[in-house]
T-cell receptor, first 116, second 114 residues
Framework: NAGVMQNPRHLVRRRGQEARLRCSPMKGHSHVYWYRQLPEEGLKFMVYLQKENIIDESGMPKERFSAEFPKEGPSILRIQQVVRGDSAAYFC??????????????FGPGTRLTVL | KQEVTQIPAALSVPEGENLVLNCSFTDSAIYNLQWFRQDPGKGLTSLLLIQSSQREQTSGRLNASLDKSSGRSTLYIAASQPGDSATYLCAVMGSGGSNYKLTFGKGTLLTVNP
């Protein structure tokens, strides 16, 4: 059973371009979470999605950022008109159901975004 | 708002030493607490998960304790090895309607010297 997959692993964008980060959850997992790790900071929750639904996007900046998890295909985190402050590691995690009880979230290797 | 603090920020020890990493959190209304390991350029690996009703969990050379009322957890690593070198992250999961949201500390960077 392959783990959570993220691509690309490294992404370089110039200011003003768009960044698209992809996350394929573990097989059988229908819940996806995105976290951002800024330099010298801890991981911070951004958004929680189920298939075709955004459950909680309270941690996601209201402008330029959007996320989706379509019925088919990976979850996408999209950042429009990137700025230098968006440079960070973006981690995706998945779980088979809403995390709770003994469940944990399984993390991918992350996408490291560098904005020039 | 939940805040998680980890002390020390970095730790360097000789191989074979026993060591303790500390984690504190401000809101005791948690669902569970987890310790993760993060290797450079890699994702997070869950080491131990402690439910809010539990006091400790053990896995091999690792032991994690939880004192929810005082908002503290410790990760004890016995007989450290160079392969234990990594960043260790503490994360708490909120209770109630947000029992899916992990709040992380900034981590402790551990270096075990041969």
């Amino acid at each position: 059973n392959a783990g959570v997959m993220q691509n690309p692993r490294h992404l370089v964008r110039r200011r003003g371009q768009e960044a698209r980060l992809r996350c394929s959850p573990m097989k059988g997992h229908s819940h996806v979470y995105w976290y951002r790790q800024l330099p010298e900071e801890g991981l911070k929750f951004m958004v929680y999605l189920q298939k075709e639904n955004i459950i909680d996007e309270s941690g996601m900046p209201k402008e330029r950022f959007s996320a989706e998890f379509p019925k088919e295909g990976p979850s996408i985190l999209r950042i429009q008109q990137v700025v230098r402050g968006d440079s960070a590691a973006y981690f995706c995690a998945s779980s088979p159901q809403r995390t709770g009880v003994a469940d944990t979230q399984y993390f991918g290797p992350g996408t490291r975004l560098t904005v020039l | 708002k939940q805040e998680v603090t980890q002390i020390p920020a970095a730790l360097s020890v000789p191989e074979g030493e026993n060591l303790v990493l500390n984690c504190s959190f401000t809101d005791s209304a948690i669902y569970n607490l987890q310790w993760f390991r993060q290797d450079p350029g890699k994702g997070l690996t869950s080491l131990l998960l402690i439910q809010s009703s539990q006091r400790e969990q053990t896995s091999g050379r690792l032991n994690a304790s939880l004192d929810k009322s005082s908002g503290r957890s410790t990760l004890y690593i016995a007989a450290s090895q160079p392969g234990d070198s990594a960043t260790y992250l503490c994360a708490v999961m909120g209770s109630g309607g947000s029992n899916y949201k992990l709040t992380f500390g900034k981590g402790t960077l551990l270096t075990v010297n041969p």
